[in-house]
């Protein structure tokens, strides 16, 4: 399963990377992520990394494919949570210093409790929305909601639901 998850990760990076023409604006993020599971208190902090480029812009909105990798640890058990997934974002009020975006992905949601050597990879469909606050051309920060369902054993179980607050770098493309 491990030769899986690279691959899909691999995939994700490569048709960001692929996608996006020479000049195009491409970004990086970091954030700290609080995670629920089933709309319960969120006692699970980590990390993710979003990468992403531009793929069409307007004078208003702009559509990108992005890969989002994370690692929550839950606090009340010892579980963690690996995930890797990807799909398409689309700006709002691109030029304007609030910038709303909405975004569909899949992935896949890694998880393991070693106290009782249990984990899987459960694939996962979902979306979010967020705001991202330019500061400067190249600097910003957001916050941001995804909501995932995750396929496990044969059957949709549940969801899992994430805050993440962070800052962006962003280069290339110019206004």
Known sequence: MKKLAGLIVGAMALLVVSAAPARAQV?????????????DPADSMGFALDFGGVIHKTSKTAGALYVDFSYNSFQDFDENDLGFVGGFREFFMVHKRVMPYVHVSTGLMR?????????????TIGFGAGVQFPITDMFGVKVQYDWWKPWEDGDWNGHIGRWSFGGTYTWGGGK
Request: aromatic content about 24%; hydrophobic content about 45%.
């Open 27 to 39: 970004w990086a993020s970091a954030a700290f992520t609080l995670q629920e599971w089933n709309s």
């Open 111 to 123: 998880w393991s409790v070693p106290d009782f050597d249990i984990s899987s990879n459960d694939w």
